[in-house]
């Protein structure tokens, strides 16, 4: 999946003074040593870009050179693959759908309607090519039908298809009043729109108002396929809104807005109250939470592009208000520096994996047209520090910056930042910095039948694919960058660009919102922060000031902090030889308190170096976080509970949830007999897999770590586990309770929850006594309003029949 942002705007002002010069230098170093960066040694320094200011004919050269980019690929699809939706550019063919090999899920972007063609029709115009512009169009009117029996994403079909019929529309309409040309054009490509839009709408048929990820374009929802349809991507339901209030301004007809509003209002009421986050994967019938990994790339990007952008060009304050609020939760909770790091939407504190995505490169330009420019600078230094590493931003790279995956599918994140970047600070770094990324297509991509993906950057090894995107936004903005406003037939700041860099004109929002008339929810409240926004300067930001401190983030060695990988306090293990003589050399002595409590004593003096006794400095701090993110409140406690026979009441036993596996909240619950794993530990082969089929497995703390524990557990079958503590006397009554943590890869799904050894004591006795025992384990909250409501019921009973025995 691919969602891209776009945005245009001012910056902020700022000052060259010594002090906070000094003040950015030490926080960026601070920064720095807290978040663990390694530094990395390469056999050749990435060589320094310079900063000098580009010449006109330099740039102009640029210019030229991102246009016949473009045409070796535009002609290479038309000359080659039209009308398929895609060229392959290895085999020099089209890729249809049904015809072409099946790349799974990936293909639903495909619908056998000459998508490339349609994506890229107001970029010929940007170009300046009217010539190919009406030929392309009416090519797209005679030949591109949307009556296939073909299941596709309703996302990508809305983003490149609908959005580039309608600007193709606006565009033909526009060259006709000012260049006089296309007099014979009637509207034909905003007709196919609407065409196109009324076969989407099935999608919204749902109990939420959210649209299903995928619709069949002839049958709508009615094919087998799509009868178990329920989960969607957040950006999936929320990057409509921009294509559907065009469609219906200029179409006259309200329901595709109304529809879009609908589903950005359903996502609204989902985000996590306290956290202002929202995840990524949900079901569009229930609204429930599938993932709740929350971030900006991924899943989840162009949903918060499309609140800030739908505020601009319609006007409605809600969205504005609505963008705030995410946008101020993603600096608290998800930005650390320049980094962007993943966390779980209802535990903000806790990251959910060890590395970021390319798709995340957007977030500078929105930035921008939020008017924050000084987090937009230092994003995109690392962002191009990455790219510099390994010549093109690898589909992910972990928190060091080595590569995660090593796809690279020509995206146009970081080019459509970096131009967003350069209009508002007038910086030539970016477009030396744009230079950089144009000579590596033309060196590392380019094939004699247009530009080829790579399928790993490290070997440099093509695939055979070009997506439309390429054509449509890629060469789009690397041409923008280098053009000097003046010379373009359109004037760019009229327009907002669309997540697929269609344009639409701000007159839109002119037109009146005739089609829809929007009412606040009554739990939409206004908090100060909802129209809290940065005006932007006209005064040029310093960008150097702010990139400096992170110059040498990636390949450099930051001040006083040498080179050797640093040991955080999420990472140490008491039983690891080599964790302790670390600590032992940052200065920390470890003195054992008993009854599995142990304090931590740091001394700049016992450190073997000044170096060491700085990160033994951040190792207490980190650890005294990690102590209070583990620390749960009383709500998120887990009850393991059980009746033994003869009893009438249940026993409830307190018990500390996981970061990892299926979280037991409202009346999620599982109920089946236990079974203790042989060996007890479960920190080598299962002894009684068989036996743990099925059932609720106990294990013992120690010797490996829990998630560990739980993955053994879960491959031998198991529903669910227990882990109990292995150090004498501890209870909840005199512990402070904890969340077990993971290891930030999410592929744990059975639950898991702690008990310390007193609550395990009777847990066990009971389980010896009466061995067919059925344990229960759920939300301790859950539970308790459950067996209350549950004698309520009985009380009621006996009042009303007396004849009744409970």
């Known amino acids: 999946m691919r969602t891209v942002i776009n945005a245009r705007g001012g910056g902020t002002a700022s000052t060259g003074h010594r002090p ?13 040593v807290v978040l663990g960066w390694a530094t990395l040694a390469l056999a050749e320094q990435i060589p320094t870009v310079p900063t000098h200011n580009m010449s006109n004919k330099e740039r102009n050269e ?6 016949e980019m473009f045409y070796h690929a535009y002609r290479a699809y038309m000359d080659n693959a039209y009308p398929a939706d895609e060229l392959m550019p290895l085999s020099c063919a089209g890729r249809y759908r049904g015809v072409t090999p099946s790349r799974g899920d990936l293909d639903d972007t495909l619908g056998n309607f000459s998508m490339t063609l349609v994506d890229t029709l107001d970029t010929l115009v940007v170009l300046g090519d009217l010539e190919e512009f009406e030929h392309a169009v ?11 029996d073909i299941i596709v994403s309703v996302f990508e079909t809305n983003i490149r298809m609908i959005g580039g019929l309608l600007s193709g529309h606006i565009l033909a309409e526009y060259v006709q009043k000012q260049a006089d040309v296309m007099t014979w054009y009637r509207g034909e490509l905003l007709e196919m729109a609407k065409d196109l839009g009324y076969r989407l709408l099935p999608a919204f048929n749902t109990s939420t108002g959210i649209p299903h990820a995928r619709v069949n374009l002839k049958h709508g929802m009615k094919v087998e396929a799509l009868r178990h349809s329920r989960e969607t991507c957040t950006a999936c339901a929320g990057t409509i809104l921009l294509e559907f209030a065009a469609l219906s301004r200029l179409s006259g007809e309200p329901i595709f807005e109304v529809k879009a509003h609908a589903a950005m209002d359903a996502l609204w009421k989902m985000r996590h109250r306290s956290s202002e986050l929202m995840g990524t994967v949900l079901n569009v019938h229930s609204g429930d939470w599938i993932r709740r990994e929350s971030g900006v790339g991924a899943g989840i990007d162009s949903y918060y592009e499309y609140c800030l952008k739908s505020y601009i060009l319609l006007g409605d304050e809600r969205y504005l208000a609505r963008f705030n609020r995410h946008y101020h939760a993603i600096m608290k909770y998800i930005s650390q520096g320049p980094m962007l790091l993943d966390v779980q939407m209802h535990r903000p504190h806790t990251k959910t994996r060890n590395f970021m995505d390319a798709l995340l490169a957007f977030w500078p330009g929105l930035q921008v047209l939020s008017g924050d420019l000084k987090p937009a600078v230092q994003t995109h230094e690392m962002l191009y520090q990455v790219m510099q590493m390994h010549t093109f931003i690898p589909e992910a790279f972990t928190f060091d910056f080595q590569v995660h995956w090593g796809q690279h599918h020509l995206r146009p994140e970081f080019i459509e930042s970096t131009y967003f970047l350069y209009r508002a600070t007038g910086d030539h770094y970016y477009l030396h910095a744009g230079k950089k990324a144009l000579k590596a297509l033309q060196k590392h991509a380019r094939v004699p039948c247009g530009y080829a993906a790579v399928n790993d950057v490290r070997t440099g090894k093509h695939e055979d694919r070009m997506d439309s995107y390429v054509l449509s936004e890629t060469f789009k903005y690397l ?4 053009s000097d406003p003046a010379d373009l037939i359109l004037n760019i700041e009229d327009f907002i660009f669309t997540t697929e860099a269609h344009l639409l004109p701000l007159t839109l929002g002119q037109l009146g919102n005739h089609t829809f008339t929007g009412v606040r929810d009554q739990d939409e409240q ?26 040498d983030l990636v390949t450099g060695v930051c001040p006083r902090i040498s080179s050797a990988k640093r040991l955080r306090a999420a990472d140490f293990q008491a039983s690891n030889t080599d964790h302790l003589r670390t600590v032992y050399d940052m200065g920390i002595t470890m003195v054992s308190l008993g009854e599995g409590k142990v304090q931590l004593l740091h001394s700049f003096h016992n450190a073997k170096s000044p170096e060491d006794a700085e990160r033994g400095l951040i190792f207490m701090q980190e650890m005294v976080e990690l102590s209070n993110s583990n620390s749960i409140p009383n709500t998120q406690l887990q009850a393991v509970a059980y009746k033994r026979e003869g009893e009438r009441e249940m026993r409830i036993l307190e018990a500390g949830p996981s970061h990892f596996g299926m979280e037991l909240v409202n009346d999620l619950a599982v109920v089946q007999r236990a079974v203790f794993a042989k060996p007890a530990k479960v920190c080598s082969a299962l002894k009684n897999g ?5 059932k609720i497995v106990i294990i013992e703390r120690g010797e490996c770590t829990f998630v ?3 993955r053994r557990v879960e491959s031998a079958g198991a529903v669910a586990a227990i882990v109990i503590d292995n150090t004498p006397n501890t209870s909840i009554n005199n512990q402070q309770m904890f969340a077990m943590s993971g290891d930030g890869r999410d592929d744990v799904l059975i639950p898991v929850v702690f008990l310390f050894t007193k609550e395990a004591e009777q847990l066990i006795k009971a389980i010896k006594e009466q061995p067919s025992l059925e344990l229960t384990l759920m939300s301790v909250t859950a539970l308790k309003e459950k067996l209350a409501r549950a004698s309520i019921t009985k009380t009621d009973t006996k009042s009303s029949d007396s004849k009744v025995t409970p």
């Open 20 to 32: 906070i010069h000094e003040l950015l230098t030490f926080i960026a170093m601070l920064t720095a």
């Open 62 to 67: 640029l210019k030229e050179e991102a246009r």
């Open 138 to 148: 009416k090519l797209v009117i005679k030949d591109v039908k949307f009556d296939n």
């Open 479 to 482: 041409f923008l960058l280098f």
């Open 526 to 551: 206004v908090h100060m922060l909802d129209y809290m926004r940065s005006c932007p300067s006209p005064n040029k930001l310093f960008p150097e000031t702010v990139r400096r401190p992170l110059r």
């Open 690 to 694: 068989e036996e743990i089929r099925g």
């Open 708 to 710: 560990d524990k739980a």
